[in-house]
C-alpha cells in the first residue's frame, strides 16, 4: 500500500526574536517567539495568533536542527486550532552557514521536514484532530515557509 497525501495549507510564521542559552548537555538551545504568520489552503486559512506561540530549537553535535514547535492557530472563521509539530533541518555546513546568515537559499540543497498534528474542539474543524500530516519546509529571510500536507 503507498502512502498518499494531499495539500493542506501553506504556512508562513514570523519569528523576530531567538533567545539563545548556548551550549547545554543536550547541544546548543535557542528559544524562537512566533509572533504571528498566516496559513491558507483550500479547505482552511487563517492567521497564526501572537501568543503564545514558539520553537524550542536544539541544535545536535551532528549538525541537525531538532524543531519542537507549538503554535495557535485563528480560521478565517474565528475557530482555535493549536498545532505542534516536531521537525528536522541539515544541510551541507556552507549551506547552513547562508541560512543563518540570513541569505536566501535553495530549499533544495537542504533537508528540512516537519510532522505536524493538531487539536481543536471546533465542530467544523474537528476532521483536524483525525489526521496526521508531513511538511516541507524553507526558511526565508522573513521566517520560516512550510507546505502542509495532510497524509491519507
Given amino acids: 500500500m503507498t502512502i498518499g497525501t494531499r495539500p493542506l495549507?501553506?504556512?508562513?510564521?514570523?519569528?523576530?526574536?531567538?533567545?539563545?542559552?548556548?551550549?547545554?548537555?543536550?547541544?546548543?538551545?535557542?528559544?524562537a517567539t512566533v509572533t504571528g504568520g498566516s496559513f491558507a489552503g483550500e479547505r482552511l486559512r487563517g492567521s497564526v495568533e501572537p501568543a503564545p506561540g514558539g520553537d524550542w530549537l536544539l541544535q545536535r553535535s551532528d549538525g541537525v536542527l531538532?524543531?519542537?514547535?507549538?503554535?495557535?492557530?485563528?480560521?478565517?472563521?474565528?475557530?482555535?486550532?493549536?498545532?505542534?509539530?516536531?521537525?528536522l533541518r541539515h544541510g551541507p555546513p556552507e549551506v547552513m552557514a547562508r541560512l543563518a546568515a540570513g541569505d536566501a537559499v535553495d530549499p533544495a540543497s537542504y533537508y528540512f521536514r516537519i510532522t505536524p498534528v493538531f487539536e481543536t474542539s471546533?465542530?467544523?474543524y474537528?476532521?483536524?484532530?483525525?489526521?496526521?500530516?508531513?511538511g516541507t519546509g524553507r526558511r526565508d529571510p522573513g521566517g520560516p515557509v512550510y507546505e502542509v500536507d495532510e497524509v491519507l
Avoid: K
Fill in 126 to 134: 474537528q476532521w483536524l484532530n483525525r489526521l496526521l500530516a508531513v
Fill in 66 to 87: 531538532v524543531l519542537d514547535v507549538r503554535i495557535l492557530l485563528r480560521t478565517d472563521d474565528g475557530a482555535l486550532v493549536q498545532m505542534a509539530y516536531r521537525g
Fill in 122 to 124: 471546533h465542530p467544523g
Fill in 9 to 31: 495549507f501553506e504556512l508562513r510564521l514570523q519569528v523576530p526574536q531567538i533567545a539563545d542559552l548556548g551550549d547545554t548537555p543536550y547541544g546548543r538551545r535557542r528559544i
